[in-house]
């Protein structure tokens, strides 16, 4: 069964750090380029970051984000992360990582960690 | 950046009924639109790629179509489980955005 699930949410105060992991299993996850989205408690889904393989290596962020996240994998580990720094009141969300299929949309996703920033 | 405008943003249908949602993009991105469930609770599946074609294991009930820049989706025979927010995203070019979604309530 492919799955991803994700971990290191939590509460964390305004100006702190956190770094999410999604651990991928039952597919090849150095294949495929990958990806985070967040949504925010009643909102929608708003994508954030995508990494694409090793053998093209390219980054890409929402302007939302640029600057303070960023997005890596560990193939060997077969681990996608997030790493948030100066986090904002308005991070406050559930944080999903999603595979990127062949034809681009997200085809598998987490179950989601929240991530809640509060002082 | 790609605006995605989608609507509406809910309609209450029952059980039977045809459902019709509709995205439109800012610019041009060929066929490149994606169409997502999400049920309250949990992560959303994608249902559509490529503006019409079925992912995997999704009814046949569910149906994309592409017009310009609008882009449509429509669920025939509304079932019980039908009952979600739907979402698009252009897959385009980054930044990859969604659509700000419809939920789909019961009448």
């Known amino acids: 069964e492919m799955r991803l699930v994700e971990s290191g949410g939590g509460l964390v105060k305004p100006g702190g750090s956190l770094r999410l992991s999604c651990a991928a299993s039952g597919f090849i996850f150095s294949s495929y380029n990958m990806g985070w989205v967040r949504q925010a408690p009643g909102k929608g889904l708003v994508w954030l970051s995508s990494?694409?393989?090793?053998?093209?290596?390219?980054?890409y962020y929402a302007d939302s984000v640029k600057g303070r996240f960023t997005i890596s994998r560990d193939d060997a580990k077969r681990t996608l992360y997030l790493q948030m720094s100066d986090l904002r009141v308005e991070d406050t969300a559930v944080y999903y990582c999603?595979?990127?299929?062949?034809?681009?949309?997200?085809?598998?996703w987490g179950q989601g960690t929240m991530v809640t920033v509060s002082s | 950046d790609i605006q995605m405008t989608q609507s509406p943003s809910s309609v209450s249908a029952s059980v039977g009924d045809r459902v019709t949602i509709t995205c439109r993009a800012s610019?041009?991105?060929?066929?490149?639109l994606a169409w997502y469930q999400q049920k309250s609770g949990e992560a959303p599946k994608l249902l559509i790629y490529v503006a019409s074609n079925l992912h995997s294991g999704v009814p046949s009930r569910f149906s994309g179509t592409r017009s310009g820049t609008e882009f449509t989706l429509t669920i025939t025979n509304l079932q019980p489980e039908d009952f979600a927010t739907y979402y698009c995203?252009?897959?385009?070019?980054?930044?990859?955005?969604f659509g700000g979604g419809t939920k789909v309530e019961v009448k």
């Open positions: 990494i694409t393989t090793r053998s093209t290596s390219s980054l």
């Open positions: 995203q252009q897959t385009d070019s980054f930044p990859r955005t």
């Open positions: 610019q041009d991105i060929s066929s490149w």
């Open positions: 999603a595979r990127l299929s062949v034809w681009r949309p997200f085809d598998i």
